[in-house]
C-alpha cells in the first residue's frame, strides 16, 4: 500500500512569486487535506477535499487555494507569496473522517 | 480561546516513568479524536484514535470526556523511543465544515 507522497521536497521562492505544492494520497483515500506548519507549532488546517470539491476551510486568505483530481490527488496553490509563509506544508489524506488521517512528509518552502 | 489547547511541556521524564497528557476542545460539535505522534522534523504519524469507551494500546491509553471536552493520553513504562511532540487532534466535519485541529503539541523527552 503506497502512502502519502509529497513534492517537491524542499522548496525556495522569492516574495510576491507563486507555488505549487503537490500530493498524491494513499491507495483508496477519496479525502485529502493540507495543513501549514510553521517551527515549534502545531499543523494548522488550510483546508480539505472530498471527491474533488472543496469540504472545509481553515483562517487561510484566498491566495492560498487547492484543486483535487479525479485520482484523489491535489494541489496546493499559494500565489503572492510572503515571508511569513516560510512553513512545512503537510498533506494528509484519509478514507473517512472516522479513520484519522496518513501524512506525506511535507515541503518545506522558504520564502527570501 | 485556542479551539484546541494542550500543555507544551517539555515534560521531562525517567525511563519507566508513567506521563499523562491532557487536552481541551473549545467546539462542542466536535465528533472524532485522535492522538498523534510528531518527531524532530517528521511528519505527524497516528498514534491513536480516542473514543468515549476509552480506549488501550499496549502502553498507551486515551480518554475522552466529551461533557468536559477533554482528551487525555496516558503513557506507561516510558521508554527513550518516545520521546517526541504530542499532538492532540479534534475533528469537526459536517457538510461544508469539516475542519480538522490540532493543539500545538505537547513535548515529551524520556531520560536515561
Known amino acids: 500500500e503506497t502512502g502519502v507522497t509529497q513534492s517537491p521536497t524542499h522548496l525556495i521562492k522569492t516574495r510576491g512569486q507563486q507555488v505549487t505544492l503537490r500530493c498524491s494520497s494513499q491507495s483508496g483515500h477519496n479525502t485529502v487535506s493540507w495543513y501549514q506548519q510553521a517551527l515549534g507549532q502545531g499543523p494548522q488546517f488550510i483546508f480539505q477535499y472530498y471527491r474533488e470539491e472543496e469540504n472545509g476551510r481553515g483562517n487561510f486568505p484566498p491566495r492560498f487555494s487547492g484543486l483535487q483530481f479525479p485520482n484523489y490527488s491535489s494541489e496546493l496553490n499559494v500565489n503572492a507569496l510572503e515571508l511569513d509563509d516560510s512553513a512545512l506544508y503537510l498533506c494528509a489524506s484519509s478514507r473517512g473522517p472516522v479513520y484519522g488521517y496518513t501524512f506525506g512528509s511535507g515541503t518545506r518552502l522558504t520564502v527570501v | 480561546r485556542k479551539e484546541v489547547e494542550q500543555d507544551p511541556g517539555p515534560f521531562n521524564v525517567p525511563e519507566g516513568a508513567t506521563v499523562a497528557f491532557n487536552c481541551t476542545y473549545s467546539?462542542?460539535?466536535?465528533?472524532?479524536f485522535f492522538w498523534y505522534r510528531q518527531d524532530c522534523r517528521k511528519e505527524p504519524k497516528l498514534l491513536m484514535s480516542v473514543y468515549s469507551s476509552g480506549n488501550e494500546d499496549g502502553r498507551f491509553t486515551a480518554q475522552l470526556n466529551r461533557a468536559s471536552q477533554y482528551i487525555s493520553l496516558l503513557i506507561r513504562d516510558s521508554k527513550l523511543s518516545d520521546s517526541a511532540t504530542y499532538l492532540c487532534?479534534?475533528?469537526?466535519?459536517?457538510?461544508?465544515?469539516?475542519?480538522?485541529?490540532f493543539g500545538t503539541g505537547t513535548l515529551l523527552a524520556v531520560q536515561p
Open positions: 487532534v479534534v475533528l469537526s466535519y459536517g457538510g461544508a465544515t469539516n475542519k480538522l485541529i
Open positions: 467546539n462542542s460539535a466536535s465528533q472524532s
